[in-house]
């Protein structure tokens, strides 16, 4: 009796994430000028307007350069964050894993006032290192979540074994521990990475003209012409990521085969 | 044992301020197969770590072939550890894994492949050096677990319960495999186990922990026949205690006086004083049942339940002193419940425990 009402459930769940997609994803194909519904006729000019035009080329290069140093930067930070965070070994870890994962709840906003005053002290305001930064702040935490579980995964004494075998620490580091961690290390960088590029709040606030990611210029165009090229661009986002991610699902799985 | 390889001087771990080990000296000798047997919780564990330096001694020293080690860190202590659950690299297949060490002391390619192969054929593993771990058994594993430990010979082997995962039939297999590799090899090992049977067949001798402490170390056979203390006694397999008081001391031998008023002629090692109150402790295949009295010592008891053992049938029988097992083999004459017997033994065949 419970299956059909599970059934329903689970396909409304599903609807409610989809539904937004399914709303804008068209409209990126309309022949229109406006986004509106219903779409007169299927049309690839906004998809070449992103490509041709030079503000949306432009954004798209900067997400780019803003996403891969984003990754790189809170890939290596997180990661070496939930080593050191990983034996409680300090008394204060706790408080210091707190720290580390506050940027998850603190609003975007408060932080964004924040650096932009900092930034402009430091000379990283209007910077692409200052954009970086920022994003890598708020991509930290999903790193560190997800490096975590993996570390946790790992059988202390596979490690203490390779130690009693002539391995020194950073030996076993190299040779045991990030490797048997990489599943983790990967989808934390997927994460850093889509949360770059989803960034907006903090992008408004320490980015300057010339580091206008692409989610920042969909969000000013939509104040100014609400034109269908915002939802081209959208398909290109959701496109990269299912890519992105599709990408780091098919490793993870290689490299749980291989283990 | 001539030659003090191992040596643990005065050694206590405390965690937190629970003390686990208390105050420990353990000499091994080179070649030595040592068991350290106890319950969970007595220490033994947290000796094996603190030999492989996973742990660090609160106080004492240990020392290695007259070198202290306590302040090594593992990866220079040149010892293999086999744990329980066998620890193999995931990601790493069988060959890569028994090639870890080797590599690791910098040993040329061609000569790694030849101890690799050489380790796995040991332990009868040579078709499976390109499977990963996940792929094998249990008992495989602990083997992979095993090469690994050995192929770089090492200068002492721990053995932290290497077989306590496996089913009993594979378990006795790698006892005999284990004990071999040990006399080929004369390797020096110290073996970690809960499981006294084991502990029995395997060792040069057995170390018997309880709360942080060695209440015996000696030989297998001296161990199970003269316990020192009540706790070794009741430790290593089944045995019936007899509480009574000390009637006579002579020389190896005392009688002791029981409940009922029995007198019981029984060896000794202890010095006894008459009126001292004793244990004496009866293995149960000593115990001979007898419809007549006519033995050195024998309690009159009745058949309280029987039971079929295969190899052995369990008798249960009540005496003034209380319940006793006697395992009588299998042949004898069946014991009705509620039969008249007596329970006779040889002075020979029970020992005194102080209290």
């Known amino acids: 009796m419970l299956r059909p009402v599970r059934l329903v459930f689970g396909l409304l769940a599903t609807l409610f994430l989809l539904a937004p997609l399914v709303a804008i994803l068209p409209l990126g194909f309309t022949a229109s000028l406006f986004l509106e519904y219903p779409i007169p006729a299927l049309s690839l000019r906004w998809m070449t307007e992103l490509f041709t035009a030079e503000i949306w080329r432009r954004s798209i290069v900067n997400s780019l350069i803003v996403g891969a140093g984003t990754t790189l930067l809170a890939t290596v930070l997180g990661t070496l964050a939930a080593l050191g965070l990983r034996d409680r070994l300090l008394p204060l870890s706790g408080i210091v894993r707190i720290f580390c994962l506050l940027p998850m709840v603190v609003p975007a906003v408060v932080m964004g006032v924040g650096m932009q005053v900092l930034f402009v002290r430091l000379g990283l305001a209007n910077s692409y290192l200052g954009v970086i930064v920022a994003h890598t702040v708020v991509a930290v935490p999903f790193v560190l979540v997800n490096v975590s579980a993996a570390l946790a995964g790992i059988d202390r004494r596979v490690e203490r074994a390779a130690a009693s075998l002539g391995a020194a620490p950073a030996t076993v580091l190299r040779t045991v521990t990030l490797p048997l961690a990489l599943p983790g290390i990967l989808s934390g960088a997927v994460f850093a990475f889509a949360t770059s590029l989803d960034e907006v709040v903090l992008t408004l606030f320490v980015a300057g003209p010339n580091q206008r990611t692409l989610a920042r210029q969909m969000f000013s165009t939509i104040r100014e012409n609400i034109s269908p090229a915002i939802a081209a661009a959208a398909f290109l986002f959701i496109a990269g990521t299912v890519l992105v991610a599709g990408a780091a699902l098919l490793v993870r799985g290689r490299l749980s085969a291989r283990g | ?355």
């Open chain 2, 1 to 355: 044992m001539t030659d003090p390889f191992i040596r643990l001087d005065r050694v206590s771990k405390a965690f937190g301020g629970v003390t686990v080990v208390d105050d420990l000296d353990l000499t091994i000798g080179r070649g030595e197969f040592v068991s350290l047997l106890g319950p969970s919780g007595s220490g033994k564990t947290t000796i094996l770590m603190m030999l492989a330096g996973f742990e660090s001694p609160t106080a004492g020293t240990v020392s290695l072939d007259g070198a202290r080690i306590d302040r090594l860190p593992p990866h220079r202590r040149n010892m293999g550890v086999v744990f329980q659950s066998y620890a193999l690299f995931p990601h790493r297949t069988v060959a890569e894994n028994v090639a870890f060490p080797l590599r690791m002391r910098g040993m040329a390619r061609p000569e790694v492949a030849g101890r690799v192969a050489r380790a796995l054929d040991m332990v009868q593993l040579g078709a499976f050096a390109d499977r990963k771990p996940a792929q094998l058994s249990g008992g495989q594993q602990q083997r992979v677990a095993l090469a690994r430990a050995l192929v770089f010979e090492p200068a002492v082997v721990l053995m932290d319960e290497p077989l306590g995962a496996l089913d009993k039939q594979l378990r006795e297999q790698m006892q005999l495999d284990i004990r071999d590799i040990h006399r080929r090899l004369g390797l020096t090992i110290v073996f970690v186990t809960h499981d006294q049977g084991e502990a029995l067949t395997m060792s040069d001798r057995v170390a018997v922990f309880n709360k942080g402490r060695i209440e015996q170390i000696a030989t297998p056979r001296e161990i199970y026949d003269h316990p020192r203390t009540r706790f070794v006694a009741e430790f290593l397999g089944e045995t019936n205690l007899i509480d009574g008081v000390v009637d006579r001391a002579g020389a190896g031998t005392a009688t002791i006086r029981v409940a009922d008023g029995t007198a019981i002629e029984a060896a000794t090692h202890h010095a006894l004083a008459s009126g001292e109150a004793v244990t004496v402790s009866l293995r149960p295949e000593r115990l001979r049942l007898s419809p007549s009295a006519e033995a050195p010592n024998a309690l009159p008891a009745a058949v309280a339940d029987s039971v079929y053992h295969g190899d052995h049938i369990r008798v249960r029988i009540d005496a003034p002193t209380g319940s006793l097992i006697a395992r009588t083999p299998r042949g004898a004459p069946e014991w009705d419940r509620g039969a008249r017997t007596f329970a006779t033994f040889a002075p020979g065949d029970c020992w005194v425990l102080p209290r």
